[in-house]
């Protein structure tokens, strides 16, 4: 099934850990996208691609480093977790840039930082 | 500042009919997107408006106001499984997505 593939699923960490969260896409999308989803707040856009080999940043990207070796591939890092980096992460892709189009999310990595 | 606002939850009966409003107040406009997120899941696509009025796909519906900076979803002939968070989201002038917190609607027998 087409779509975009996260892993892991969930995960729990010490406080100064590293921890990479994975993100791999199989529609050839040129933009790809993490945000984090915190309860009562909207999604917020922490690194984003417009395409393989560029990298941005968004509006909440402190603590966290992304890498985009491919058209397929958008890791998102956290060189030295802490507590406040405990969410959800969603990782997603669309078709364009500019944000006028489609987002296709992934199923989401749920961290908790000790 | 940027400011998308919806409310926070919302109870509607199964089989009626639900309007969800969202007002945004942005750096410019360039088009404005609904999202349904289930518990647990990932948002999936409703609908995008980039001119004033309304859009229907199917049982649901999105309005756009550019001059009121409002939106609205209508969800008619509810089901169950329309229970969810509705996420709003507007494209700025710098082609920046803001998201609002969603509303969650909570449909009942």
């Known amino acids: 099934i087409a779509g975009i593939t996260q892993a892991p699923t969930s995960q729990i960490l010490a406080a100064g850990r590293r921890m990479t969260l994975r993100c791999t896409q199989d529609?050839?999308?040129?933009?790809m996208y993490w945000y984090r989803q915190d309860l009562g707040l909207g999604l917020r856009l922490i690194h984003y691609s417009n395409t393989a080999g560029t990298t941005g940043k968004g509006e909440v990207p402190d603590g966290y480093s992304v890498s985009r070796a491919n058209t397929d591939d958008f890791p998102l890092t956290l060189a030295s977790a802490v507590p406040s980096q405990t969410s959800v992460y969603f990782c997603?892709?669309?078709?364009?840039?500019?944000?006028?189009?489609?987002?296709?999310f992934g199923e989401g990595s749920r961290l908790t930082v000790l | 500042g940027q400011n998308i606002d919806q409310p926070t939850e919302m109870t509607a009966t199964e089989g009626a009919i639900v309007q969800i409003n969202c007002t945004y107040q942005t750096s410019g406009f360039n088009g404005l997107f609904w999202y349904q997120q289930h518990a647990g899941e990932a948002p999936t696509f409703l609908s995008y408006n980039v001119l004033d009025g309304l859009e229907e796909k199917g049982r649901f519906s999105s309005f756009l106001s550019r001059s009121k900076g409002y939106s609205y979803l209508l969800l008619k002939e509810l089901q169950m499984k329309d229970s969810a968070s509705y996420l709003c989201?507007?494209?700025?002038?710098?082609?920046?997505?803001?998201w609002g917190a969603g509303t969650k609607l909570i449909i009942k027998p």
């Open positions: 989201a507007v494209v700025d002038s710098n082609y920046q997505l803001i």
């Open positions: 529609m050839r999308h040129n933009a």
């Open positions: 997603a892709s669309s078709e364009g840039r500019g944000n006028t189009g489609e987002l296709f």
